[in-house]
């Protein structure tokens, strides 16, 4: 049940603390205790470390306590910093780098934030996801379409993988006009509605 709990922690606070909360009871009652990361924490009382959080209340996955918690540890500009990741594991990756002052971390946050970090799947592409990306590609970028026979890309593509699909150039250049057409009928729908609700 912990397991199924922990996978919708998703939220960057929680890299602050330990990934696997003890189980303890009060009482009677059932409670995760979540242990501070900080190599200095700065929380006082019996055992400094912990925060407490009762999994029989509507709070069983408030995370305001740890928050507090945190912030107290850490100060209000790093949990933003972690906050505006909006990714727990990359948080947790610069949080684990504790023995920095809370200034660089605050400094990796802004950089990961601008840098938008891009995550790629373990799975292959599809064909049809391999030629949606590659339209994509060409026409972001201006590539000619018969760039997908050049020597380099085709080895970079298929080294590892020979069976991966590439489409011909002529393949690429149909998809391209396609979602031309396509996107050609999108934008004059638009232009249509909003000149009807101009009219009224
Ligand atoms: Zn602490």
């Not at 059932?30 to 509507?58: E, I, L, M």
Request: aromatic share 8%; net charge positive; hydrophobic share 35%.
């Amino acid at each position: 049940e912990l397991e199924r709990l922990q996978r919708g922690w998703n939220a960057p606070i929680y890299a602050f603390f330990n990934p696997d909360p003890q189980i303890e009871y009060f009482n009677g009652r059932r409670a995760h205790v979540f242990s501070c990361v900080a190599k200095s924490c700065k929380a006082k009382g019996k055992s400094p470390r912990c925060v407490n959080r009762f999994v029989d209340t509507a709070d069983a996955s408030s995370t305001s306590n740890l928050r507090k918690h945190a912030k107290n540890c850490w100060s209000e500009v790093v949990v933003k910093g972690a906050d505006e990741t909006k990714d727990v594991k990359l948080a947790r990756a610069i949080v684990a780098k504790s023995g920095l002052a809370n200034a660089s971390i605050t400094a990796m946050f802004e950089r990961a934030k601008g840098k938008g970090v891009v995550t790629y799947s373990h799975t292959q592409h599809t064909k049809t996801e391999t030629k949606a990306e590659i339209v994509r590609w060409v026409a972001e970028n201006m590539r000619p379409f018969k760039i997908v026979k050049d020597r380099g890309f085709q080895s970079l593509m298929k080294t590892g993988r020979p069976g991966y699909y590439i489409p011909s150039p002529a393949t690429v250049s149909r998809d391209v006009k396609k979602v031309f057409v396509q996107c050609r009928q999108r934008i004059a729908k638009m232009l249509q509605v909003s000149q009807l609700s101009n009219n009224k």
